[in-house]
Each structure stands twice: as structure tokens, then as C-alpha cells.
């Protein structure tokens, strides 16, 4: 990479880094603008061909079916199951002896498979579950540490055509127990526990405990992992390891693959809303497939002898389409690391990059603003120059944090793929591809396929350089079908505020270049640290507490997180704000939601600012905490 230096070089749209000669001669997409006009003047031949470079048990009558917009179906026909590309494919090949994961404890200890060995794990776990009755269409919740079983469960989930829920293991009780019950799973998959910065997640404590809360499920799978002693419940609780030495499952070492239609579900993945319950968000195995193994090839230029590593957590979107499914689609070689970044020193990533001979790292912004406050010497003191490609995913990267990472990790010859997408779209939306010049902070233009644009409150097109609101313009493979169990609300969350687009619900610009910058969310959920969480939910937490009568939330901008919660409490009479209180309704929220949703402020007020029809005005207390105008408050009650 060569930095173009520009006569504004504090304007980021202004500033340019070229890709080296060596990264243009080996792209998998020598051409974007070509890929582009491809995709544009026949989408349906493009994604058939993206489709072909799949095995299909039966290939699909229809590519796209929108005669139902805004539910709109892919491959129509078509007969697979995810697991026939990410393993099924490649055992039959040279690929049975390459690797596919290698992990690390945050304790130091190693374990890997091969794609035989992963292959053999998942036909054994599925044979588990089918014992237990499940079959396809079931829900099947896993609430796991970044351990490989919970790889394993995901697959092995699929492989029998069910639908799993993986909950993110750093949720808790409420969470948890509020995704098992919307689900009506029947089975749960978790552990004794994780490891965490040198501390132990007890998560079987908190199943129990979400459990004593609704329906109980059929049966808990418990992986030991910790070795901690926990409650184990005659005949709903079983151990992973016995289950998986069973002379049933033993001798069953093959497991068929479900065959399934290219529209059956894969999973769901609740994502917070503005209002109410949290969404569980919909994807299928045919499009999805397609659309993550072509966006992971394109935009990451996988080759065979690459060491692929995403940092993200398997409960998260990203961890689904690009730590799960699109790098085994790929036969490649992925890495997965339990723990934090900084344990016990901050050059943990670094050191196993340097281990493992990492080539394409994937992370978030979060996590490189917390590594830039201990400085370069750390990653300067381990050799990096495996290194080929670098990615940012979760939130818009700012610019400093671009730069840091780019000279200090990438040392200045790896091109950063900054990617925009969301849990609805499945996969990335916005991205550079590496023979592209790059922008600090900008997510660059659309992927071939992807129609994007940004328009005012009409759906109206904006001028370069106006904020506005992103919308997609066109159906993509690995897009949402549906909530799970409320179409509605799918259709009135993201297709009617503009007519036949699809609302992102990000504010964004495009510059002078077709270069899209991504500003932030529009609605009310909270993005912490790339994780995003809706104010209702934090709110209705804050209310659960016996002192709280009313809360409101809002994210503020911190250096660290890119965006910390600040609350403002009401308190129930008889109540008195002061340090101990806050310290409790800190805990409170932990225990409820998850650490992720620890608000950074709570401050104890007498009233809120309200609409006439009992609306908190978030936006107003946003503008009072950062000294801005209020604008419009016309409709206030006060």
C-alpha cells in the first residue's frame, strides 16, 4: 500500500492509499467496476453464476422469485443443506486432511481439526440431537463460550435440518431466557462455563437460572469445559463428552445430510429493536450460502493457503456467516481464540498472529481503539509480516483508528476491508475490494449485485456530500426472509418508509467518488462496542429494579467503545440516588442484559422529556448531554 497524499490531508474523503502491485496481481476480482456492470445488467445471471460455483443436490428452477415483495425467495427449487458445502464437499476431496479450525484457549491450550475430524465431531453431535428427538424445523438454543463445540453444534444443528439460536454468551439471565421462550427450543447447548480477561463465565448457572423462568426445554447439553462444578438436573441435563461416547452415537460415526429446500431455515438471530422484543431474524441455507461464500472470496480474496481469522464471538452475525459458515464453505483454514485481547498482556492477538502465521485478520473498531491505547510497542514487538490483508466489521472504523491499524498491524502494506452489513442482511453490503483505493473510514462503494443509495425524506436521491438515509435498492441472496413468527412487523421495521426499498435504518453520504460514509443508527438502538442493543430493552431492565420508576436511554459518543449508554432515571418514592445506588443498578443491568449493556452514566432526575403521547424524546436528551440544540420540541409535554 502508498499513501497518496493529498493537499488536505485531515479530510478523510480527500485521503487516498493505492494497493501494491503484488495485492492488484493476485485479486480474485482484478476488475470491481466490471464485477459490478455484470451483476447490474443481468442480476439474475450473476448470482446463478455466484450460485454454480456451489454443489447443489438439485439446481433451483428459479433464481428470484419477487412475485410476493417484500418476501422474496432465491433459488426456488433448489435442494442443499449448508453443510453439504461447508464439509460434506470437501471430505470427499484432498481437503479431508487440511485443516479447517485451530483454536486457542485463553489458558494457552491448543486444540484443531481437520475437515475429516470436524466432519466426524458434527455426524457424532448430530446423531446426539436426533436421539433427542430433534428433527427438521426444531429450534435448538446454543449459549456456548468461543469454544469448537459450539462450531460443532451450530453444524451439527443444520446437518439434521433444524434451526439453531445461538445466544451470545456474554447475555444474561433475562436475555437468554426471554430468546428460549420466543424460540420454543427444544433443546439448549451450553457449558460449564468460558473463560474471560482471567475470569470464569459461569453460564450453566445462568441457564439454570433462565430456565426457572419458562417451559423448560426437553433437554440441556452441557460441554465441560472449565471443569467447574455444576448443578446437573436428572433427566434434562446430560454431559456433552458422555453423550458423545454413547455406542449409539459411536457407532453412528455417519450421519446423512438432511436434504433441504433452498427456502427451508437455517437459523434465527435476535438482533434488538427500538421498541418491544428483540427480533429474531430469519435466513435460509440457499441464498444464504451463495451470497456469504461469494462476498468472503470477493472482498477477502480468500486463497487455499491462507489462515483466516475473525475475532468476533460465533453468537453474533459475524461469527454465523464468517468464523462459521462462509470460511468452511471457502475450505479454509480458520482460527478462533477463546478469549480477550489484552490477557494477560496487550499483545495477545498479536503474538498468536505471529504463532499461527495468521494472513487475513478480521476485527472491529472497538477492539482496535482499545489496543491503540497501549501504544505500538506491542505489536512492534512480534513479526506480523504474514499478514496479507486486514478487516474492520461491527461499526464505521474513524479515521485515527484506520491509520493505527494500517501502519501498525498492517505495516502499511496491508489494505484494510472496511465492511458495512447488518444481522438482516446476512452479508456484506459495502465493501472495498483489495485492488481498490481506500478512504480512511469509508466502507467504500456497494458489492456486485448491491444497488445502495442515499435519499431524504421522500426516498428521493441527495446530492454528494448530503447526509441522508441508506437504503438498498434490490433483493440479495443471503437476505432475511422474515421475523421468525411476525411477518408484520418485518414488513413495517424495514420495507414501508420507503416504497420497494429496503430502510437500513443508518444515516450515511456519498462523496464526489460514489464513496459511501456511514454516519450511525437513525433509530433508537444503542451500538456498543459493535454489539447493538435496543433502548426499550435496557430500559425495561432499569424498571425491573425496585427502586426505578422510569428510565431513558441513549448512546453517547466514548473513545474506547465508540458509542457508552447514559441513563436517566426517575426513582421510585422513598428512594434516594446517590453512588451505592448506582453501583447497584450497574450490577442490576449486567445480571439482566449482559456487561455489554453496563451504561457508562446513570443520572437520577425528577422528569423526562416526553411527547404529548408519552414518547421519550431520546434525541432531546442527547442534545442537552452534548451542549446542541434541542431543535423541534414543540410536542413536548413539558
Excluded at 343 to 368: C, H, L, N, Q
Excluded at 613 to 634: F, H, P, T
Amino acid at each position: 500500500m502508498s499513501n497518496t497524499k493529498t493537499p488536505q490531508p485531515n479530510t478523510p474523503q480527500d485521503e487516498v492509499y493505492l494497493p501494491s502491485a503484488e495485492i492488484i496481481a493476485q485479486a480474485n476480482v482484478p476488475n470491481p467496476e466490471a464485477a459490478r456492470k455484470e451483476a447490474s445488467d443481468n442480476l439474475e445471471a450473476y448470482w446463478a453464476r455466484r450460485a454454480n460455483e456451489l454443489e447443489w443436490y438439485k439446481k433451483w428452477d428459479t433464481v428470484l422469485d419477487d412475485s410476493n415483495k417484500p418476501f422474496y425467495q432465491w433459488y426456488v427449487g433448489g435442494k442443499t443443506n449448508i453443510v453439504l458445502n461447508a464439509l460434506d464437499r470437501h471430505v470427499k476431496t484432498w481437503r479431508r486432511n487440511k485443516l479447517a479450525l485451530i483454536w486457542e484457549g485463553e489458558k494457552g491450550d491448543v486444540r484443531t481439526f481437520s475437515y475429516h475430524a470436524l466432519n466426524r465431531e458434527v455426524c457424532k453431535f448430530a446423531n446426539v440431537l436426533k436421539s433427542m428427538g430433534v428433527s427438521k424445523g426444531d429450534r435448538v438454543t446454543i449459549y456456548m463460550p468461543r469454544i469448537p463445540e459450539t462450531v460443532i453444534a451450530m453444524l451439527a444443528t443444520a446437518k439434521i435440518g433444524a434451526v439453531h439460536s445461538v445466544v451470545y454468551g456474554g447475555f444474561s439471565v433475562e436475555a437468554l431466557h426471554g430468546r428460549i421462550e420466543d424460540s420454543e427450543s427444544k433443546v439448549i447447548i451450553t457449558a460449564d462455563g468460558g473463560n474471560m480477561n482471567g475470569k470464569k463465565i459461569e453460564l450453566k448457572k445462568i441457564v439454570d437460572e433462565a430456565l426457572q423462568r419458562t417451559a423448560a426445554p426437553e433437554n440441556v447439553v452441557v460441554v465441560k469445559h472449565l471443569g467447574s462444578d455444576v448443578t446437573m438436573e436428572a433427566g434434562r441435563d446430560y454431559w456433552y463428552h458422555e453423550l458423545m461416547n454413547l455406542p449409539l452415537t459411536r457407532n453412528g460415526l455417519r450421519c446423512e445430510t438432511e436434504v433441504m429446500d433452498a427456502e427451508d431455515p437455517l437459523f434465527i438471530l435476535y438482533t434488538s429493536g427500538t421498541t418491544g422484543k428483540p427480533k429474531a431474524i430469519l435466513h435460509t441455507h440457499g441464498g444464504y450460502s451463495v451470497g456469504i461464500h461469494a462476498t468472503l472470496k470477493d472482498v477477502f480474496d480468500l486463497k487455499e493457503e491462507d489462515r483466516w481469522w475473525c475475532t468476533a464471538d460465533p453468537g453474533w452475525i459475524t461469527g454465523h456467516s464468517y468464523i462459521v459458515y462462509a470460511p468452511l464453505i471457502a475450505g479454509a483454514t480458520s482460527f478462533m481464540y477463546e478469549g480477550a485481547p489484552t490477557f494477560p498482556y496487550p499483545d495477545r492477538w498479536w503474538t498468536m498472529i505471529e504463532k499461527y502465521g495468521i494472513t487475513v485478520f478480521y476485527s472491529t473498531p472497538t477492539a482496535i481503539r482499545g489496543l491503540m491505547r497501549f501504544g505500538p510497542s506491542w505489536p512492534n514487538r512480534h513479526d506480523l509480516s504474514s499478514l496479507r490483508l486486514l478487516g474492520s466489521v461491527g461499526e464505521p472504523i474513524n479515521p485515527e483508528a484506520w491509520r493505527w491499524f494500517h501502519k501498525n498491524i498492517g505495516k502499511e502494506k496491508c489494505p484494510i476491508m472496511d465492511t458495512w452489513w447488518q444481522t438482516e442482511t446476512g452479508m456484506f453490503m459495502l465493501s472495498p475490494m483489495p485492488v481498490m483505493k481506500l478512504k480512511p473510514g469509508s466502507a467504500t462503494k456497494p458489492l456486485p449485485g448491491i444497488e445502495a443509495d442515499v435519499v431524504n425524506e421522500e426516498g428521493i436521491s441527495v446530492a454528494d456530500g448530503e447526509e441522508g438515509f441508506l437504503v438498498l435498492k434490490n433483493p440479495w441472496p443471503a437476505m432475511m426472509r422474515t421475523i421468525f413468527k411476525d411477518p408484520e412487523r418485518y414488513v413495517s421495521t424495514y420495507w414501508t418508509k420507503f416504497p420497494n426499498m429496503y430502510f437500513v435504518g443508518d444515516s450515511a453520504r456519498r462523496d464526489k467518488d460514489g464513496y459511501f460514509w456511514i454516519i450511525g443508527r437513525v433509530d433508537d438502538v444503542i451500538k456498543v462496542s459493535g454489539y447493538r442493543l435496543g433502548t426499550a430493552e435496557i430500559e425495561s431492565a432499569f424498571v425491573s429494579h425496585q427502586s426505578v420508576a422510569e428510565a431513558a436511554v441513549i448512546g453517547l459518543p466514548h473513545e474506547l467503545k465508540g458509542v457508552a449508554i447514559h441513563a436517566y432515571v426517575i426513582l421510585k418514592s422513598g428512594h434516594e440516588g446517590n453512588e451505592q445506588l448506582v453501583e447497584d443498578l450497574r450490577k442490576h443491568i449486567a445480571h439482566e442484559l449482559g456487561p455489554i449493556a453496563k451504561p457508562e452514566k446513570i443520572e437520577f432526575v425528577k422528569v423526562l422529556p416526553k411527547t404529548r403521547s408519552g414518547k421519550i424524546m431520546r434525541r432531546v436528551l442527547k442534545a442537552r448531554a452534548q451542549g446542541m440544540s434541542e431543535g423541534d420540541i414543540s410536542t413536548l409535554e413539558e
